[in-house]
């Protein structure tokens, strides 16, 4: 009898396959970001329809295949149902998912990133911190993450504040990261910042943040 593998994670992102299917990426603590099939979920009465969205977090019990996963359960533990209220965090946190979907790879050690777009997601659904705020930080950091932070750019003098800010994120464990606010122009300058650096790092465009950035 196969047997069942437990993942704990977000998904990502969702595509629809069929008449009845999805497909789900979710971003695990065990195994990196990893592809799963759930047969049935669009259908009403499926026990996925509700566990199969963008944003979930919880457990997902899967039988394993040879290049992908079937999803035989899930216990969700959070939906993220606060973040769908208002449209614009929606977007800041599906550009979060973006990111997450493109710096992740399979069987990689994808702890801290998945920590991060938690931490991130949860302060969206406060609503305590400018969102502006949470983006910068969710960029700075998961550049830091992933070994790619170049430091604070050259060619400007920012203000001590700044880069008190930018060196309190570099080096603040995931769970310390949204503990403050900023002025508007300290705000203003981590802005500019976290642009320059992933744009010299992250050559890709996003969708919702081209969307973001229309709004």
């Given at each position: 009898?196969?047997?069942?593998?437990?993942?704990?994670?977000?998904?990502?992102?969702?595509?629809?396959?069929?008449?009845?299917?999805?497909?789900v990426?979710?971003?695990?603590?065990e195994?990196?970001?990893?592809?799963?099939?759930?047969?049935?979920?669009?259908?009403?009465?499926?026990?996925?329809?509700?566990?199969?969205?963008p944003?979930?977090?919880?457990?997902?019990?899967?039988?394993?295949?040879?290049?992908?996963?079937?999803?035989?359960?899930?216990?969700?533990?959070?939906?993220f149902?606060?973040?769908?209220?208002?449209y614009?965090?929606?977007?800041?946190?599906?550009?979060?998912?973006?990111i997450?979907?493109?710096?992740?790879?399979?069987?990689?050690?994808?702890?801290?990133?998945?920590?991060?777009?938690?931490?991130?997601?949860?302060?969206?659904?406060h609503?305590?911190?400018d969102?502006r705020?949470?983006?910068?930080?969710?960029e700075?950091?998961?550049?830091?993450?992933?070994?790619?932070?170049?430091?604070?750019?050259?060619?400007?003098?920012?203000?001590?504040?700044?880069?008190?800010?930018?060196?309190?994120?570099?080096?603040?464990?995931?769970?310390?990261?949204?503990?403050?606010?900023?002025?508007?122009?300290?705000?203003?300058?981590?802005?500019?910042?976290?642009?320059?650096?992933?744009?010299?790092?992250?050559?890709?465009?996003?969708?919702?943040?081209?969307?973001?950035?229309?709004l």
């Open positions: 009898m196969q047997e069942l593998a437990l993942v704990t994670g977000i998904i990502l992102k969702v595509e629809q396959i069929g008449d009845f299917d999805r497909r990426v979710i971003l695990t603590l195994r990196g970001k990893i592809t799963a099939f759930a047969r049935g979920a669009r259908k009403p009465n499926s026990r996925f329809v509700a566990s199969t969205n944003f979930v977090f919880g457990k997902f019990y899967l039988y394993e295949g040879k290049n992908s996963y079937s999803l035989n359960e899930a216990e969700i533990q959070n939906y149902d606060d973040l769908r209220g208002d614009l965090t929606a977007y800041y946190g599906m550009y979060f998912l973006e997450s979907d493109y710096y992740t790879r399979e069987n990689n050690d994808e702890r801290d990133m998945l920590k991060l777009l938690y931490q991130s997601l949860r302060a969206l659904g609503g305590g911190i969102n705020l949470i983006r910068y930080v969710f700075i950091k998961s550049l830091v993450v992933n070994g790619e932070f170049p430091g604070i750019p050259t060619g400007k003098e920012y203000k001590n504040a700044t880069v008190y800010t930018v060196d309190f994120i570099v080096n603040a464990r995931i769970e310390k990261l949204y503990t403050f606010t900023l002025k508007e122009d300290i705000l203003s300058e981590l802005g500019e910042i976290a642009g320059l650096t992933k744009n010299k790092i992250i050559h890709h465009s996003f969708k919702s943040l081209e969307i973001l950035d229309t």
